[in-house]
């Protein structure tokens, strides 16, 4: 895919006044959680929620970090989410887990962040098994099946999902 940084900006989640913008972020789809050095979230005044987690670094090195809670800005848009307090020798990353907060994927040709597109929900259902609705195209579809049929991959790595063949939907039962 080949690296590339993005600027980020971080908020507390409590005061959004204290703020940091952290220009060298390495977006590593890789990396589960979100990093930035620990001197940037103390500066804004992002406390530890969770201490004495353990992480398994690409090396396979384990490390002991602590986790808070920031308002991450980047791409346009902004998510809260769960921030790893770096430490000396860390690298500042962008996960997953806020890409997908934002709603970002990567474009890996033009190394940058672009929008994702519609988020993926469930499909909608009645309210109550009473109300049925008139119109036949306000149905969701549903394709009921107990045979093996083909089922392929789609999706970007960021969102997947499993699709028949034929396109349609499959829901068992």
């Avoid at 908020?11 to 930035?36: A, F, H, K, P």
């Avoid at 962008?94 to 970002?104: D, I, K, S, Y």
């Avoid at 259902?125 to 107990?146: G, K």
């Amino acid at each position: 895919m080949g690296l590339f940084r993005v600027a980020c900006q971080l908020e507390n989640y409590r005061d959004r006044t204290r703020s940091v913008l952290v220009s060298d972020v390495i977006v590593d789809t890789g990396s589960e959680m979100t990093w930035i050095d620990r001197e940037h979230l103390d500066r804004i005044g992002i406390e530890a929620e969770k201490k004495d987690m353990r992480f398994v670094m690409a090396n396979g090195q384990e490390v002991v970090r602590s986790i808070g809670f920031a308002v991450v800005r980047a791409g346009g848009t902004l998510t809260i989410d769960e921030v790893v307090f770096g430490q000396p020798g860390d690298l500042q990353l962008l996960g997953a887990r806020t890409l997908e907060g934002l709603n970002l994927r990567v474009d890996a040709r033009g190394k940058k962040l672009v929008a994702a597109g519609p988020i993926i929900v469930a499909g909608n259902a009645p309210a109550s098994r009473n109300q049925r609705c008139s119109d036949a195209a306000h149905q969701p579809f549903r394709r009921r099946t107990s045979e093996a049929v083909p089922v392929r991959r789609v999706g970007d790595g960021a969102r997947e999902a499993d699709v028949l063949d034929d396109g349609a939907p499959h829901v068992d039962g």
